[in-house]
């Protein structure tokens, strides 16, 4: 076994020696709730998934999130101005609070912590602050009498609801609140007017989400990388990283330089553990008719080496990769399994299919 540099030992060790002291700060609870957000993204940075620090400190995953990113929040708060009895107020409670506001500008989450800490907000009216402020921002212009306060934009929603709606007893809700959150006297006077003025503004229906559930396996396709077009030798082959789809959608991470070619969800390619594709001409398959040559996609599984009688494989023949049946157990290496080849869709006159209605019975 080779020693590592003192350099490297140390650097471990220092590392070992902070990650059980952060652990132990939080299996005691030590501190508040800030630090510990700040301790848990240090463990998860320097290698600790959320289950082994739940293990050892008992702070469950959904919790170390809520603390992570409320920590996060509230270093905003002192770096955008929050005044000191709301950053006092946060730095002991409110965790749940502040990841609320995780969507906004640094900006937006220091003026909204301190509205929603002078008027003593729980966490549910804090998401409705968050969304106010948000949706806010994404005017082009400030509406007239409003201002870009956050309470303002609260007091704005308030004021576009209220409109909106013919109950009285709702209509009234909302006047209350927005009076209740407005900042500015513009902001308030638009609010009052709504007290004399009984017009609704018919709310525009949001359109329906585009939703889509895939039926069957063979609407997800796989994702395969391709080698290349022969000739190829067997290092090309053998260079094609493993690829590991991440489930539910079959996505596929990769780095550096890579094509990739979309395959229907086919049972012998969901099948296949390792499967590469390479682009080939049909001539370079035996047993298979000269008179319409054409490219095909053969799909290697590269985990099935094994050779058996009813299968083709592909080797490497003087250096170059190869397409082979073998009646017995051949004395070259198997570099893997054919298991499909794809012809390209079959495409008609190209003319006729400028004009759809020209091909319909």
Do not use: C
């Not at 509205?115 to 921002?137: G, P, Q, T």
């Not at 009285?168 to 007017?193: D, V, Y």
């Not at 099935?304 to 017995?328: I, P």
């Amino acid at each position: 076994m080779t020693d590592l540099p003192p350099n490297t030992q140390n650097s471990e060790n220092t590392t070992n020696d902070d990650a059980a002291q952060l652990l132990q700060k939080l299996r005691q609870k030590q501190g508040n709730w800030v630090e510990w957000g700040t301790a848990i993204a240090s463990l998860q940075k320097t290698g600790y998934n959320p289950q082994e620090i739940f293990e050892a400190t008992g702070f469950e995953p959904i919790q170390q999130n809520q603390v992570i990113v409320g920590s996060q929040v509230y270093n905003s708060l002192e770096k955008f101005g929050a005044s000191e009895a709301t950053r006092s107020h946060y730095s002991t409670r409110g965790s749940d609070i502040l990841y609320e506001l995780r969507l906004l500008t640094q900006e937006e989450r220091a003026t909204a912590a301190e509205l929603i800490y002078v008027h003593k907000l729980d966490a549910d009216e804090a998401r409705e602050v968050a969304k106010a402020v948000k949706e806010f921002s994404y005017l082009r212009t400030l509406p007239e009498g409003f201002s870009n306060h956050p309470g303002d934009a609260v007091a704005y929603q308030s004021w576009k609801l209220a409109r909106q709606n013919s109950d009285l007893q709702e209509r009234s809700r909302l006047i209350a609140k927005g009076l209740r959150f407005a900042h500015t006297p513009a902001a308030r006077k638009q609010i009052e007017q709504l007290l004399t003025d009984f017009t609704t503004v018919p709310k525009r229906p949001a359109p329906i989400l585009p939703f889509y559930r895939l039926e069957s396996e063979e609407q997800l396709p796989r994702m395969v990388p391709v080698v290349g077009e022969l000739p190829l030798s067997g290092q090309d082959l053998q260079a094609v990283p493993v690829i590991t789809e991440i489930e539910p959608f079959r996505m596929v991470k990769f780095a550096g330089e890579q094509a990739w070619v979309p395959l229907p969800g086919w049972q012998v390619l969901l099948a296949a553990e390792d499967p590469v594709a390479i682009l080939a001409s049909s001539d370079r398959l035996s047993n298979q008719p000269q008179t319409r040559i054409e490219s095909v996609l053969v799909v290697v599984d590269r985990a099935q080496r094994q050779w058996d009688a009813s299968n083709y494989f592909v080797v490497e023949n003087a250096g170059e990769l190869d397409f082979q049946w073998f009646e017995t157990e051949p004395e070259i290496p198997l570099l893997g399994r054919i298991i499909i080849i794809v012809r390209p869709k079959k495409i008609l006159d190209e003319e006729l299919t400028k004009d759809s209605w020209q091909i319909d019975e």
